[in-house]
């Protein structure tokens, strides 16, 4: 367990979410200001991310509880918590218009339970 400054002093970062990083910032990039101008569009967003795995063209897979889905909903729109997302849409349903922004990036997809790939 770390403490205080001798504990964390000379102890990189595993840098765990840096593809959870990458992935969110595209959303903001490619998709911000979409889902802020229409709750509707947040719930499509919602449904993209819970039981769904990003995956990077590096290999890396990004996913997301319907918790943490709803904690990302809210960071994107700038307000709210988790609650106010949580169930709000049906559960990995990407809307085309989010699963083809972030195919441009690199990004693709598949349920959890691995049955659904996308295809631009």
């Known amino acids: 367990m770390f403490l205080g400054y001798d504990d964390w002093k000379d102890v990189e970062s595993t840098r765990r979410r840096k593809s959870h990083k990458a992935f969110e910032l595209a959303l903001e990039r490619l998709l911000g200001e979409r889902i802020r101008a229409d709750g509707a569009c947040a719930v499509e967003m919602w449904s ?44 990995g349903i990407v809307a085309p218009w989010i699963g083809d922004a972030l195919a441009a990036e690199g990004w693709s997809w598949t349920t959890t339970e691995g049955n659904i790939a996308s295809s631009s």
């Open 48 to 91: 993209a991310l819970a039981n769904v795995g990003w995956h990077a063209s590096d290999g890396d897979i990004v996913s997301y509880s319907f918790r943490e889905a709803g904690d990302l909903v809210a960071w994107l729109r700038e307000e709210g918590d988790y609650m106010d997302w949580y169930c709000s849409g049906d559960v």
